[in-house]
């Protein structure tokens, strides 16, 4: 937006000042012609006084009002909000894009990729309109600077015929008035009091005419800060597009970039970590292995070829054996003997009884 001129923050700070020592020569020299031209007793040019300037602010009204009536700026908010929309869906989900993407398997890359696309062809499309929006803004930035500098141009211009009128006015209560009342007075005429009195008629309607003007000229007055009002709005407007074609867009698809790049380096990582943890393994197995090996060859390493605890039990149960044998011998040899005293005994009954039958 265009800073304001020194001539023209003088003009719009003080509306109500018509100071003659702030107009340029150009302006002095078109004042003093207005005022040349004025003839408060021709009905018809008091009626057109200042036309020209309040034509002109009738005209750029409607101009304004077109502008502002084909301007949809909710259009741009519409494409603003679904740009962030696709851009809070696609990483809507818990935990984040970037979480899910580096906390998944090759499957969750490929589904992101997918998402990654879609959403790319929306982003695309938005785009487009904005930067189709944002050069309706530019043009119409350019348009409203027109239409200010315009309406700065009529609000001088009606200044101008109202000092010039204002003026003309002064001279005439200054000298035409005071002129007709001695000439009445002197003459004592009805038809010259009737003159003053018409004069001050004449006067009085030049001076709604000029407070007409004057109405004019606070439009004016007020559609130059609205003008800028609604340029500056255009200008804000334009420049979050320019934002977010420049750093909202590529910022999402670089951080894409990036996430994808992390996921390659997790997944090398991964698999590294995966071969790390699975030597590790082997190594304590085989160091288990070893350890128990080496344990187990030690001990028997240090032991005899018979234990002492074998000889201890053989032993024991050698001398078992023979106290066992001795005590089996010694109740056959008792065993024995009983038989042979029997035997001895059964002999001699059977001698006995055949001794007995036989005699």
């Known amino acids: 937006m265009n800073e304001q001129t020194t001539t023209e923050k003088e003009v719009y700070n003080n509306p109500d000042q018509l100071n003659y020592a702030d107009l340029t ?28 300037a309040q034509t002109a602010i ?37 935990d984040g894009f970037l979480g899910k993407l580096l906390g998944k398997g090759k499957s969750r890359i490929t589904t992101l990729k997918l998402k990654y696309d879609k959403a790319e062809k929306s982003v695309e499309r938005l785009t487009e309109g ?24 009529n609000f001088r211009l009606l200044t101008l015929y109202i000092m010039a009128g204002k003026g003309k006015l002064r001279d ?38 000029l407070h007409d003007l004057e109405l004019t000229r606070a439009v004016a007055l007020q559609m130059g800060p609205q003008l800028r009002l609604v340029q500056s709005n255009d200008t804000l407007m334009a420049e979050k597009i320019q934002s977010a074609l420049c750093n909202t867009i590529p910022l999402w698809k670089s951080q ?13 990582i991964r698999a590294q970590r995966e071969v790390t943890n699975i030597t590790n393994a082997l190594l304590r197995k085989n160091a288990e292995i070893l350890k128990s090996a080496t344990l187990e060859t030690a001990k028997e390493n240090q032991r005899g070829i018979v234990d002492i605890e074998t000889l201890r039990d053989t032993n024991k149960m050698l001398i078992e054996t023979l106290d066992e044998v001795s005590v089996i011998q010694r109740e056959g040899k008792e065993a024995r003997r009983a038989a042979t005293a029997e035997l001895l005994s059964i002999e001699n009954q059977l001698k006995s009884r055949l001794m007995a039958l036989g005699s």
């Open 25 to 52: 020569e150009e302006e002095k020299e078109r004042v003093s012609k207005l005022t040349a031209q004025i003839d408060i007793a021709d009905a018809e040019g008091v009626l057109h006084y200042g036309g020209e």
């Open 58 to 94: 009738a005209e750029f009204a409607a101009t304004a009002l077109d502008n502002v009536r084909t301007k949809e700026l909710g259009q741009v908010g519409d494409m603003l909000s679904a740009l962030a929309g696709e851009l809070r869906d696609f990483d809507g989900e818990k």
């Open 130 to 153: 904005l930067e189709e929006q944002q050069m309706i803004l530019l043009r119409d930035i350019a348009l409203l600077g027109q239409l200010y500098e315009h309406n700065l141009q």
């Open 172 to 209: 005439i209560y200054k000298e035409n008035v005071p002129a007709l009342k001695e000439k009445a007075q002197q003459s004592g005429l009805p038809e010259d009091a009737q003159a003053v009195r018409d004069m001050v008629n004449l006067c009085d309607r030049f001076e709604s005419k």
């Open 256 to 268: 894409m970039v990036i996430a994808l790049g992390l996921q390659h380096s997790m997944q090398a």
